[in-house]
Structure formats: C-alpha cells, structure tokens
C-alpha cells in the first residue's frame, strides 16, 4: 500500500526511504509535493524520472526553518525580512546558492540561484524532522497535470512511481506557493500563489516587480526561459569522434580514444546516472578551458528525452 496515515511508524519509514534516495510524496498546505533529499543527485533525477518531465526545470528545496534555509541560501536583508514575515508558510525564495552546501546541481538545473521554502504543513515537516535532509520537492502530478491537492490525486498519477505517499487529507490552499526573486533591494514576483501579492508589499513597502514567468507557464517556449544554464564553451552534440581542441562528455561504454579532457555521464549507460550528472559536467569540463565540448549521443528514452533538451538548448546560438 502506498497511501499511509502519516502516523510516527509512517513518518519514521518515510525518513529513513528518503535518506536511501527514494522518493516520498507529502501534503503541504499549498499542494503534494514528490520529495528526494536534495543532496543527492540521483535520488533528485528520480523526481524528473518519475513525473515524465521533458526537460529539467528548477525545483524548490524545503526546509524545516530560517536557519536551514541560511545554509543553502544567501539571504538579502529583504530577504530575510520576508522569511521572518512569511515563514513557515507559503513562501518560496529565488536567492544565490551557497555552492558549499552540497544540494545537487540538478536541483537548480545547473542555475547559481536556487529557490527555498520552509512549509507550514505539520506533515511536511514532521517529514523533514525525520529524513533529517533537504527535501526537493515539486509537485506531485505527472507532467502536464494540474497539481494534486488530495493523496488520491497523487496515486491517481504517481502512485506506481513513489516508495510511498503520506496522507494529510485535502490541502488548504489548494494554490502553489508564491515564488519571489529576494536577491536584489526590489522584490520581483515570478509565480503568483497563495500569499497574496499586497502581503508581500506591506512587508517590502513598495510595489512587487513583475518578472520573467517561471516555466511552469511557459513550459514550451525554450527560447523565453530566464538564465538557464549554458556553458561557455560551444557544443558539438551527437559526435562519434573527439576533434582537436574538444573536450569530451561521454555517454556509456564505448568511449572514443583521446588525450583531451573526458567526463563520462555513465559508463554503464544509466540515464538516471547521467541526469544527476550532467550539470556539474559541463561546468567541470567548461572550466577544462578547451572553448568545446564534443558530446557523444544519449538515447532519447526516459530521462534522456530532458538531457538531449537541455544539451541542445546548451548548444543553441545564444545571444553575445
Ligand atoms: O507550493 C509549492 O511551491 C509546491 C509545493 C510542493 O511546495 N511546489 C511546486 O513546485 O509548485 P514546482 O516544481 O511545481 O514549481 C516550482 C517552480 C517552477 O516554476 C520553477 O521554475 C521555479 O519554481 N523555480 C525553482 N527554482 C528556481 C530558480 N532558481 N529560479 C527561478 N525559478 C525557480
Ligand atoms: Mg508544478
């Protein structure tokens, strides 16, 4: 079964799944969400694995409290005033990623920025008491769905894919969280939800900036997506030979011979291996200095479907 009452033995069992990497989906006071300790890169690909997502988009990272939040994050005074007015609650920050605490780069599909929230829900954070990691955590629909506010939803789309899912009942607010950019002195709104914008403004004292739509509502206009992850160097995709000058992303066995940098994604050709690998990859053979990368071909099956999007939206003409 499952569907669990979120009872202690529930709670304990679903702590300790988290920590092996598997994936557990709770109630929020927003919506369910499908959680992975976020330190964990290949738990994090099971995420994008499980809700059929055609490419990587950012996911927020929930905490227990400001002070876990601090650790991940780069608070702005403005910041800080709104976790302190909002959290726990309905709240997600856009901020600086502190590199150093060790939340995997597909968390934040390889941004330097990364979003935070500190849930009000008791079951959630009886969840995070108990797994004792960050939880990434989107919601708990398969992509393309509306965002599932009963466990039953949850099942519905998901049931087959998570180690378990915990039933708090309906969720209040039925409305996803409201994202804020809180990195510079003005607050940018990028998703509306269940803290009102006029809230937001009585903190702040000013007016709440517009921003770029996360992709949640754009999901298909690749060219309008807000600073995704490229890397300097230019990329050859789909190359069966390394060219001077070329650093090599391999994938699977049978690698081509050269001297130039190599960085396999999966010797063993394991796409859920490769998604919780490829974003530091590219920054690490970007900082190997070559100026390109050849990038050998990966399946378009399961997660390689969202490798082979973000690979060529990396190798798309950009503008200077
Ligand atoms: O209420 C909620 O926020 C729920 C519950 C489970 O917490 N979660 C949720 O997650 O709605 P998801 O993945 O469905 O939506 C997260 C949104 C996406 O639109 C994503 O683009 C944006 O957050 N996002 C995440 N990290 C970001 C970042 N570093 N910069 C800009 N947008 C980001
Ligand atoms: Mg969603």
Redesign the pocket.
Known sequence: MTVRTADAAALDEAGRLIRDGALVAFP?E????IGADATNGRAVAGIFEAKGRPHF????V?VPDLAAAEKIAEFTPLARRLAVAFWPG?L?L?LERRAEAGISDLV?AG?T???V?V?AHPIAQQLLAAAGRPLA????NRSGRV?PTRAEHVEEDLGQRVAMILDGGATAHGL??T?V?GRGDAAIL??S??VAREAIEAVVGAPLARGPE???VHPTAPGQL?SHYAPNAMLRLNARDVRPGEALLAFGPDVPDTANPVLNLSAGGDLVEAAAALFAALRALDRTGTGAIAVMPIPERGLGEAINDRLRRAAAPRPA
Not at 137 to 140: L, Q, R, W
């Open positions: 929020t927003t919506v369910y969400g988009n950012p996911l927020i929930h309905p997600t856009v934040s941004l920025s990364i979003a929230r849930p955590a989107p919601s708990a965002s996803e969280s994202i950019d990028l998703r939800g269940a996360s992709d949640d807000t």
